[in-house]
């Protein structure tokens, strides 16, 4: 198994412009989580899937980030307008439904907002 | 809020045991500890978890106390490969699923 993927692994884009983030989860995982990483803040749960439905976004910090998910492989986290405060590594895990189901995180994708 | 509480950093001298305590005083009865680490900026990668038993793998042993309220976890033998972010967490059942809520972990450097 490839793992989680994630693209893209880096962005850099302009103030004002719109951003969308990728992710593939693990097959079979029913499980999708998005995060956020700054020296700030640390990791945080944004938005988290469970069987394609959005279960909990209260991590989400601002109407302008939005994420779906339309299918078990495949989500995306949007940020429009982006703003240079959003520039973070943004994390994607997966996990299966069942007792020791640890999360599985891809590698990230670097964002940067000029 | 995070639900558990470790110390910012430490340091360990390569080949000896690195000692990761976590304090979780708030931990329900069916809440999993689990561990993880980052290495430099890439995803956080899992170690272990327990539930009120000690567990070993290949990678790390977990000593929960008793009382659950903190646990900690053993690298055997540091090697420099092991300096890393490793975070604590107390696993969260919701709707279906869990979740994690990362701390702010504890930064270990193994020393030459």
């Known amino acids: 198994d490839a793992g989680v993927i994630q693209s893209p692994r880096h962005e850099v884009t302009e103030m004002g412009q719109e951003v969308t983030l990728r992710c593939k989860p693990i097959?079979?995982?029913?499980?999708l989580f998005w995060y956020r990483q700054t020296m700030m803040r640390g990791l945080e749960l944004l938005i988290y899937?469970?069987?394609?439905?959005?279960?909990?976004d209260s991590g989400m910090p601002e109407d302008r980030f939005s994420a779906k998910m339309p299918n078990a492989s495949f989500s995306t986290l949007k940020i429009q307008p982006s703003e240079p405060r959003d520039s973070a590594v943004y994390f994607c895990?997966?996990?299966?439904?069942?007792?020791?189901?640890?999360?599985?995180f891809g590698p990230g994708t670097r964002l940067t907002v000029l | 809020d995070a639900k558990t509480t470790q110390p910012t950093s430490m340091d360990c001298a390569e080949g000896r045991a690195a000692n990761l305590p976590c304090n979780h005083s708030?931990?329900?009865?069916?809440?999993?500890v689990y561990w993880y680490r980052q290495i430099h900026s890439q995803g956080p990668q899992y170690i272990i978890h327990?539930?009120?038993n000690n567990e070993t793998n290949e990678m790390a042993s977990l000593i929960i106390t008793e009382d659950r309220k903190s646990s900690t976890l053993i690298l055997p033998h540091a090697t420099l490969r092991d300096t890393a972010v490793y975070y604590c967490?107390?696993?969260?059942?919701?709707?279906?699923?869990?979740?994690?809520?990362f701390g702010t972990g504890t930064r270990l450097k193994v020393l030459a």
């Open positions: 967490i107390v696993r969260v059942a919701t709707s279906g699923t869990y979740k994690y809520i």
């Open positions: 097959s079979g995982h029913n499980s």
């Open positions: 708030t931990i329900s009865g069916n809440e999993y």
């Open positions: 327990g539930l009120k």
């Open positions: 895990a997966s996990s299966s439904t069942g007792t020791y189901n640890e999360q599985f």
């Open positions: 899937f469970n069987n394609n439905v959005p279960i909990d």
